[in-house]
């Protein structure tokens, strides 16, 4: 179906095989197929890949085997300091955890950044867990020796959206097949923290193998997707972090294990157990320079810096990280950073809140989205600075142009926004008078009195 064709350039140097199509013959006598049918093809990163023009390519399977390309890169172990994500990671923790090494990581995976990456998030993984592909092998790995290595093997647990298991099953059994194999290592427990806390594991909680201690690659049940935290954000009627955290483990606690392959299986104490270990939490952002983590709240939703910082026995919030993918090149920053910046630059910067309320006839709802998913991200990360509230309040509540403007232009959306800002003073994120959460409250009332 597909031959090789050249190279493409990635901005890193990466040379990714560029696959092009070879020309099908279709009967179009065939009424198996649809009128307009296309062959599947590979991802694509549409920022850092040059001359790409949209098209459907954009965002389709991975072929078998695939995305391997940055996995592979990771047999030359070390790449260079300067383009490596995983040292960046380091170095960030370092700077803001004081140690010189994270003992655990807490990935979220998602299908698409690994699609259009070519699996940079799983490259991350096994490279921080030091083991890389065996090579000319797309489905097997070997232990990176330590002296190479030059550090100890970082524990991590994986989590994976729905959709990335419904797609990436046989990349599943590899990280499961890698973690365990790290665990089995006969090496110190100081060098090696994947065995140290699978030990750790195994007395923690009764009657399980060094294995079994060693489950780290988790998601959803077969056919669930999603913590759904964002149901409950979105309806405002949810009383307490913890009851939201709850359900954030029952629902990502099923299980990949590659020696009973073919299943998600509860796994409830395990994930809590291996989530305790966590001091760092990163997810991958591919599509940074489209839709911020602001514009959607599938982000938060699937955030566990809270769910780990209730579960660690010291309560220390885990330090979380974004790695991300922009025409710049690839980076990581604190979620902190990354708030800040794109609320300053999006809702509370009179460029484009101006522009969008004169332009979109739905600017309204945009504003009001984006401060409820910043609230998602304060309830399930605790990374958003009250005072970003307190400047929304300022310019969206006090100016009494601009609520007349809001009421007139959509007041259904301008309620919503009202709910944020009381919810989030109420809960604590938005640390306020009281006298101003009292006149919220009442404009609120006065909003759901009049009509639409
Ligand atoms: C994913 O690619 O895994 C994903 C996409 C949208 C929402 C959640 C997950
Ligand atoms: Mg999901």
Known sequence: ?????????????????????????????????????????????????????????????????????????????????????????????????????????????????????????????????????????????ELIPLEELGRPRIDVVVSCSGVFRDLFMNQMTLMDQAVKMVAEAKEAPQMNYVRKHAFQITQELNDLTLREGATRVFSNAAGSYSANISAWVKSNEWESEIQLQRQFLARKCYAFNSDKPGMMEYKGEVFKAALRNSDVTVQNLDL???????????????????VIESLRFDGKRPICLLATYSKAGEDVHTLSETIRIDSMSKILSPVYYERILRQNDDGVKEISNCLRNMLGWAVTSGNVDSVLFEIASGIFMEDKDMVKQLREKDNRSFRNLLATFVKAGEQGYWETSDAKIRRLRELKKFAESSFE
């Open 288 to 306: 940074n320079d489209i839709l911020s983590i602001t514009d959607v709240p599938h982000y938060y939703d699937s955030d566990p810096t809270k």
């Open 1 to 141: 179906m597909w031959e090789e064709k050249g190279k493409a350039n990635t901005p890193e140097g990466v040379k990714p095989k560029k696959l092009e199509p070879k020309i099908r013959t279709v009967n179009i006598e065939d009424d198996r197929l649809p009128p307009s049918y296309m062959p599947a093809s590979p991802g694509t990163d549409i920022i850092a890949r040059k001359g790409f023009v949209g098209n459907h390519e954009f965002l389709k399977g991975p072929r078998k085997g695939d995305p391997l390309s940055e996995l592979e890169r990771f047999a030359d172990f070390p790449p260079p300091v300067s383009t490596n994500i995983v040292e960046k990671l380091i170095t960030k923790v370092k700077e803001f955890g004081g140690q010189p090494f994270p003992q655990c990581v807490t990935f979220t995976l998602w299908a698409t950044d690994n699609v259009n990456t070519y699996g940079k998030s799983m490259a991350q993984v096994f490279a921080l867990i030091g083991v890389r592909l065996v090579k000319d092998s797309v489905d097997e790995v």
